[in-house]
């Protein structure tokens, strides 16, 4: 019977990922509800 | 663990978010007091009008710029005490509101302002608003009712 291969697993460095643009389309995504959310408190305050 | 400074950042923002708005309601409703506008108070649906607050619904002025406002709501028709079913409320009064139906489900929404509640059989319905800007607003149902759901209305007159 073969003996099974050892492989070294790869540990993934998650500091080398390029996430700019995850956080930018984020920080977006915040502002939308942000700015949804404030409107329509405007809203029930003013009515 | 290992995890990218970005992911930290929106991690933190949205447990923060959801951290803020947890603690507004508790505010909301163990410090101010806000209910749910029908909050277990119950009467007898066909008994409605035996009941102490819906014997004579309409516009009751029970304080300095402050009102009572009962309304019966039935099956296609706001009972708000007068035959053109119009009610004058100054500009600036504190409006307390009492509602209930005396048969099916209907809505109760003034249309343009944040009165806006769900009238059940059995349960009253209390709101408290204060009216701010002059003008004309109806009040509608907003739960389909029936077939002469469309007609039942009534309207506020919020005069300076």
């Given at each position: 019977m073969a003996k099974p291969v050892e492989k070294e697993q790869q540990v993934e460095q998650?500091?080398?990922?390029?996430?700019r643009g995850t956080l930018f389309s984020v920080i977006i995504l915040a502002a939308i509800i942000l700015i949804s959310w404030l409107g329509v408190w405007y809203l029930f305050i003013s009515r | 663990m290992n995890m990218h400074k970005y992911e930290k950042i929106w991690l933190y923002l949205g447990s923060a978010t959801l951290l803020f708005f947890l603690i507004v309601v508790g505010v909301s409703a163990f410090y101010m007091g806000n209910q749910p506008p029908s909050c277990a108070v119950t009467l007898d649906p066909e008994k409605v009008r035996d009941h102490e607050l819906f014997k004579e619904p309409g516009l009751k002025q029970i304080g300095e710029n402050e009102y009572q406002l009962t309304i019966v709501a039935s099956a296609f028709n706001y009972d708000v005490g007068t035959d053109d079913k119009v009610i004058e409320v100054p500009k600036g009064a504190t409006v307390h509101i009492s509602s209930t139906t005396t048969d099916v489900i209907h809505g109760f929404e003034i249309a343009g302002t944040n009165v806006n509640m769900m009238l059940e059989p059995g349960y009253i319905s209390t709101l408290t608003n204060t009216f701010k800007n002059a003008g004309t607003y109806t009040l509608v149902?907003?739960?389909?009712?029936?077939?002469?759901h469309h007609m039942m209305a009534a309207t506020i007159e919020v005069v300076e």
């Open positions: 998650h500091d080398n990922y390029d996430l | 149902c907003n739960e389909y009712c029936g077939v002469g």
